[in-house]
């Protein structure tokens, strides 16, 4: 995914003379071939992201369209006050690339883990956030981002995920996909963000071995959230799980439930699957992360299941 988002910039830029590339600190040889095509819109700055998006910020008011590209961590807590004030502000178009987005960096520890970041920036107005849920997904999203008014932050997993987006599901940006559609009256609907929405469909593969039927909508998009499709899905549905890989506390579960309370007086039953409002003690893998907090897909299903022998 990350190769493919920066590869993308560099496409862009050979089509759009307003695109620039600005890195923080990054590994030597990223996107190489623009450096040597385009010098002069490529930038390798240190570690001073305050800087690099007070940069960001002033090439865009010159007319510029500046891809911004670090650690997640990094590039939405160091920068905070600088993201808001300096881009969302004034609604610059500066396209933030965050890598290693939710528990990618498990093995680096708390410090590493971007489970704040949907939290951080869907609160700062004007701000568009992004988590795809695979490659192909991000080049469609790459692709529409140029001319998207409004500052973008693009959560970046950790590559090499599995390809389950589809060309003919069509995609723009603020538009939910319904990546899975029940066939029975009465499902639960399940709605997701970014790679846990792979880890979500094969759980309601698994469920539906065993005669639950679900439906699975995708959010790419967390903000703006597409409200419509939401509450059109919600209407007959037997209860609603929330699946991130993002702190529960202020992110994309939270972020439904505030459209649920805004626009409905009643609804059904909703479980929010994600991190704990905790700094994580464990190291590994993603999956070994996925495993601690209950985000495997055998443990999806199983939550659910227990949330239905409840009602």
Not at 21 to 46: A, C, N, Q, T
Not at 159 to 167: A, L, N, R, T, Y
Not at 256 to 274: Q, S, W, Y
Not at 288 to 300: A, C, K, T
Request: charged share 20%; proline share 5%.
């Amino acid at each position: 995914m990350r190769k493919v988002c920066l590869d993308a910039v560099y496409m862009l830029a050979r089509r759009d003379p307003r695109v620039i590339f600005i890195g923080s600190d990054l590994g030597p040889g990223v996107l190489e071939g623009m450096k040597k095509e385009f010098p002069e819109r490529y930038f390798m700055e240190g570690i001073s992201e305050a800087n690099v998006i007070g940069m960001a910020a002033g090439l865009a008011m010159d007319g510029f369209i500046p891809y911004v590209n670090t650690i997640a961590t990094f590039i939405t807590r160091r920068g905070f006050e600088q993201v808001a004030l300096d881009i969302c502000l004034h609604r610059l178009p500066v396209r933030l690339i965050g890598n290693g987005g939710g528990v990618v960096y498990a093995p680096l520890g708390p410090t590493h883990l971007a489970v704040d970041d949907f939290a951080l920036m869907r609160v700062l107005p004007n701000m568009t956030v992004m988590a795809v849920s695979d490659a192909d997904e991000m080049r469609r999203l790459m692709e529409r981002s140029l001319d998207w008014p409004d500052p973008i932050y693009i959560r970046l997993a950790k590559g090499g995920d599995e390809v389950i987006s589809k060309e003919d599901n069509g995609f723009a940006i603020g538009k939910a996909i319904t990546m899975r559609s029940a066939s029975t009256a009465n499902p639960v609907l399940f709605v997701t963000t970014g790679v846990m929405t792979t880890n979500t469909l094969a759980a309601a593969d698994a469920l539906a071995a065993k005669g639950i039927d679900s439906t699975v909508l995708h959010f790419h998009t967390i903000k703006p959230l597409d409200i419509a499709a939401l509450l059109a899905h919600v209407a007959g549905a037997k209860a609603i799980v929330t699946v991130e890989e993002h702190s529960r506390v202020g992110g994309f579960g939270s972020a439904i439930v505030e459209a649920l309370t805004d626009n409905l007086t009643a609804f059904p039953p909703v479980k929010r699957l994600g991190l704990p409002d905790a700094f994580s003690k464990h190291y590994g893998t993603q999956n070994d992360l996925f495993e601690v907090n209950g985000l495997m897909p055998n443990q999806i299903a199983e939550a659910t299941e227990r949330l239905l022998n409840q009602l």
